[in-house]
T-cell receptor, first 111, second 114 residues
Framework: QQKVQQSPESLSVPEGGMASFNCTSS?????YFWWYRQHSGEGPKALM?????GDKKEGRFTAHLNKASLHVSLHIRDSQPSDSALYFC???????????FGAGTRLKVIA | NSKVIQTPRYLVKGQGQKAKMRCIPE?????VFWYQQNKNNEFKFLIN????????QIDMTEKRFSAECPSNSPCSLEIQSSEAGDSALYLC????????????FGPGTRLTVL
C-alpha cells in the first residue's frame, strides 16, 4: 500500500523562528508532491507544490525534494502565530487521480 | 479562496440511520474527490469523479457508502446505515486535473454517529 510517512507529529517554535516538516514516501513512482495547511475548523488549503529535485521558494515557504531518497520537506521562516495549524504532505504519480496524504504535523507558533 | 461548498457543516445521526452530505465543486472543476478525515487527522480517500463518471474508489465499506456527481446538481455522499466508526470529517475537494493538480477543499461535513 502506498504510504507517506510524515514527521514530526507536532512542533512548537517561537514567533520569528523556523519550522521544518519532513515526509518520506514508500513509492518511488510518486512524482508530484504538495504541501497543504489546515486551520482548525477549515478544510485543507494548498501551500505549494514541488515536482523537481531541489529547492522551491515561495515567500516565507521553501520546499525541498530529493527523489532519490524519496524525501520532501517544507520550511517556514519567520513563523507567525497565524501559521499555527496542521500541515500535510501529499504525493501522487502520473495517471493517478488521487493523492496519498501523510498523517500531518501540528505546528504551534508561540508568541 | 476556495469556493467548494459543503452542506451541512454538522450532521448528527443515530446508529443505523442514513447520513447524506452534499458538495458543490468550484466552477469549472471537472474532478471531485471525497475524503474521510478521522479524529487523528488521517485522510482516507473514498472516491473521485471526473464529470459524472467514477474514476477511482475504495471498497466502500461493505457497500454502505454511495456517492454520485449528477450533471447540474450537487455531488453527494451517502451512508446507508451509519455506524459509530463513521464519525469523522468528510471533505470534498475539486480540481482542474487529477495527478499533479491542486485540490481545492471545502470546509467539510462533521458527522457524529451516536
Amino acid at each position: 500500500q502506498q504510504k507517506v510517512q510524515q514527521s514530526p507529529e507536532s512542533l512548537s517554535v517561537p514567533e520569528g523562528g523556523m519550522a521544518s516538516f519532513n515526509c518520506t514516501s514508500s513509492d518511488r513512482n510518486f512524482q508530484y508532491f504538495w504541501w497543504y495547511r489546515q486551520h482548525s475548523g477549515e478544510g485543507p488549503k494548498a501551500l505549494m507544490s514541488i515536482f523537481s529535485d531541489g529547492d522551491k521558494k515561495e515567500g516565507r515557504f521553501t520546499a525541498h525534494l530529493n527523489k532519490a531518497s524519496l524525501h520532501v520537506s517544507l520550511h517556514i521562516r519567520d513563523s507567525q502565530p497565524s501559521d499555527s495549524a496542521l500541515y500535510f504532505c501529499a504525493a501522487s504519480n502520473t495517471g493517478n487521480y488521487k493523492y496519498v496524504f501523510g498523517a500531518g504535523t501540528r505546528l504551534k507558533v508561540i508568541a | 479562496n476556495s469556493k467548494v461548498i459543503q452542506t451541512p457543516r454538522y450532521l448528527v445521526k443515530g446508529q443505523g440511520q442514513k447520513a447524506k452530505m452534499r458538495c458543490i465543486p468550484e466552477k469549472g472543476h471537472p474532478v471531485v474527490f471525497w475524503y474521510q478525515q478521522n479524529k487523528n487527522n488521517e485522510f482516507k480517500f473514498l472516491i473521485n469523479f471526473q464529470n459524472q463518471e467514477v474514476l477511482q474508489q475504495i471498497d466502500m465499506t461493505e457497500k454502505r457508502f454511495s456517492a454520485e456527481c449528477p450533471s447540474n446538481s450537487p455531488c453527494s455522499l451517502e451512508i446507508q446505515s451509519s455506524e459509530a466508526g463513521d464519525s469523522a470529517l468528510y471533505l470534498c475537494a475539486s480540481s482542474l486535473t487529477g495527478g499533479a493538480g491542486e485540490q481545492y477543499f471545502g470546509p467539510g461535513t462533521r458527522l457524529t454517529v451516536l
